[in-house]
């Protein structure tokens, strides 16, 4: 499979159970805060995606500083639009917390995908 869009699709599908899972396990069976299960499984999601996407999907040929610290900054704007999505989600409009996280993974999603395609893995291949 050479398509990066339908790897990333892919990496995307196993990153969003991953992370859901771990939002889910923490609001059930740690603590009932959104805020904590956030931060726990965006940390999770953004090594879990770091590593298949880096190789696999934008097929990198080692890990390289740049790219990694570029990612971060991708991860760091989408946690950002992900934590204002569910305050106005879940305290404004007080939607279900799991309801209101499927719903902000769609946008996140979408911003990750170009952040990562065209600046953090798309500016040069690394030899």
């Given at each position: 499979?050479?398509?990066?869009?339908?790897?990333?699709?892919?990496?995307?599908?196993?990153?969003?159970i991953?992370?859901?899972s771990v939002y889910t396990v923490?609001l059930?069976?740690i603590?009932?805060?959104?805020?904590q299960?956030?931060?726990?499984?965006?940390v999770i999601g953004v090594?879990?995606s770091?590593?298949w996407?880096?190789?696999?999907?934008f097929?990198?040929?080692?890990?390289?500083a740049k790219?990694?610290m570029?990612f971060?900054?991708v991860?760091?704007?989408?946690?950002?639009?992900?934590?204002f999505l569910?305050t106005?989600?879940?305290?404004t409009?007080?939607m279900?917390k799991l309801?209101?996280q499927?719903?902000?993974?769609?946008?996140?999603?979408?911003?990750s995908?170009?952040?990562h395609k065209y600046?953090?893995?798309?500016a040069?291949?690394n030899?």
């Amino acid at each position: 499979m050479k398509n990066p869009s339908v790897k990333f699709v892919i990496v995307g599908i196993l990153n969003t159970i991953v992370g859901l899972s771990v939002y889910t396990v923490y609001l059930k069976f740690i603590q009932d805060n959104y805020l904590q299960a956030l931060i726990l499984s965006h940390v999770i999601g953004v090594a879990h995606s770091y590593l298949w996407n880096n190789r696999w999907t934008f097929q990198q040929k080692r890990y390289n500083a740049k790219s990694g610290m570029k990612f971060m900054l991708v991860y760091i704007i989408t946690f950002f639009v992900n934590l204002f999505l569910l305050t106005l989600l879940v305290d404004t409009i007080g939607m279900n917390k799991l309801i209101a996280q499927a719903t902000a993974l769609f946008l996140t999603t979408v911003i990750s995908f170009f952040g990562h395609k065209y600046w953090s893995f798309g500016a040069s291949k690394n030899s």
